[in-house]
């Protein structure tokens, strides 16, 4: 009873500081996922460590439910703050970063993995796929304002709707390490992994996202006044297409990660001016930050007792140095087209950060087949992420800043001349 109480009483602690820590340190360059970790680590060798059972592979279950359902929620934010139509022109970078950054990534990490780690097919690919996605949850910082504010530059656009989609796009090559693992069990794995976990699955996500944006959109702001949801002005609705749009997908074996994200861009189709957009991601912001402050206090707690990072050595450092210094920012570098301000492509290519969506996939996948050298990605995982959180933590706000007032500088020169 005693541990419950310490538990109910930390988390409303990690509440209070959810809405005081911005606030009180927003002139700041520091994050709110440094001071989770860092209140993570603090208790984790205390007795009001909430989390020791979570910090072993026993555990694995558990911890996909719970980054998992965060994830979503992010995605649902992050596609509800978008107000760019979706094109080809008008999405160009991100269909960039999409299609030649993160499969050259992927394919870059994975024979990293081999040569550094001495990983086999199966987990060098794994480790690579885990590691592609840029997080939805931990890139606030780097993404576009609340929907209608205008503060949609090309950086902050394009590092959104990646995060936005590549959470999904990086399951095909989760299920290809996974098929790798199980393939003297399946003599026609390709076939399947192509036609179905590739092809049907990216399918299902897309469709049934579309259809089910379209419709709840419909359903809020079309029919008659006296049904339409939007008169409740409950932003929870949002937390209802999310689930709702995921559960579905799954179960028709599509990608419910890209469903979600597709949803939300579908949703605000049916109005896109609407201020009700606003409450919703308004609701879905507040529920993903409490979800990630405390996923991340947990994550302090557990890396803080050793147990994720068991089997930490200097090639498990040279990997993640690999990963975050060589890897996405020269993939990134060179998917961007050479006319986007030096500026603006290096912004995009470096702060492609790592964090709960890695941690998910590797839960995942580890469920699902038996990949050698576990240990050895967990570890590399948790000090990526680690890594990932601290650095464009502290860089990231600088940064961007400075680009803000660069391109100020810029737009006034040339009004100007004009």
């Not at 997908?249 to 939300?264: K, N, Q, R």
């Not at 030096?342 to 790592?354: L, Q, T, V």
């Not at 996939?361 to 601290?390: D, N």
């Amino acid at each position: 009873m005693e541990r419950y109480d310490i538990t109910l009483g930390l988390f409303g602690l990690v509440i209070l500081l959810t809405a005081w820590i911005p606030m009180a340190f927003r002139r700041l360059p520091l994050s709110l996922p440094i001071f989770c970790i860092a209140i993570g680590a603090l208790v984790g060798h205390t007795i009001l460590n909430p989390v020791a059972h979570l910090a072993s592979f026993d555990s694995r279950l558990l911890i996909e439910r719970m980054t998992e359902f965060t994830v979503i929620v992010a995605l649902m934010g992050a596609g509800l703050k978008i107000d760019r139509p979706v094109g080809l022109r008008s999405w160009a970078l991100t269909w960039r970063l999409l299609g030649i950054a993160m499969p050259l990534g992927i394919a870059v990490m994975a024979a990293g993995a081999s040569w550094i780690l001495g990983l086999g097919a199966a987990s060098a690919v794994l480790l690579a796929a885990c590691l592609a996605p840029t997080d939805p949850v931990l890139a606030s910082d780097v993404q576009v304002g609340p929907p209608q504010t205008g503060t949609e530059d090309e950086v902050r656009f394009a590092l959104t709707s990646e995060a936005g989609l590549n959470d999904g796009l990086s399951f095909p090559f989760v299920y290809l390490a996974i098929a790798i693992a199980l393939a003297s069990d399946q003599p026609d794995w390709f076939a399947h992994w192509l036609l179905f976990d590739v092809l049907w699955r990216l399918l299902a996500g897309v469709v049934m996202g579309w259809i089910i944006g379209k419709v709840l959109g419909f359903a809020t702001f079309r029919l008659p006044k006296g049904a339409a949801l939007v008169r409740t002005g409950d932003g929870f609705v949002a937390l209802g297409v999310t689930c709702l749009a995921y559960s579905l997908t799954e179960l028709v074996h599509g990608y419910g990660f890209v469903a979600v994200f597709v949803a939300a861009l579908s949703f605000r189709t049916v109005e896109r001016h609407h201020e009700f957009h606003k409450e919703l991601h308004d609701f879905s912001e507040q529920i993903e930050r409490l979800l990630m402050m405390v996923l991340l206090v947990c994550f302090g707690a557990a890396v803080s007792i050793g147990q994720f990072i068991a089997e930490l050595d200097w090639r498990v450092v040279a990997f993640a140095l690999f990963v975050l210094a060589i890897a996405r920012p020269v993939t990134g570098w060179m998917s961007l087209p050479s006319t986007l301000p030096k500026g603006e492509r290096a912004a995009i290519a470096i702060f492609g950060i790592r964090g709960l969506g890695s941690i998910y996939y590797l839960a995942f996948a580890t469920g699902m087949a038996r990949f050698e050298e576990a240990g050895v990605m967990w570890s590399a995982v948790a000090l990526i992420v680690l890594i990932s959180i601290v650095t464009h933590g502290l860089t990231v706000t600088p940064a961007m800043r400075w680009l803000d007032r660069r391109r100020r500088i810029v737009g006034k020169t040339m009004r100007v001349k004009s």
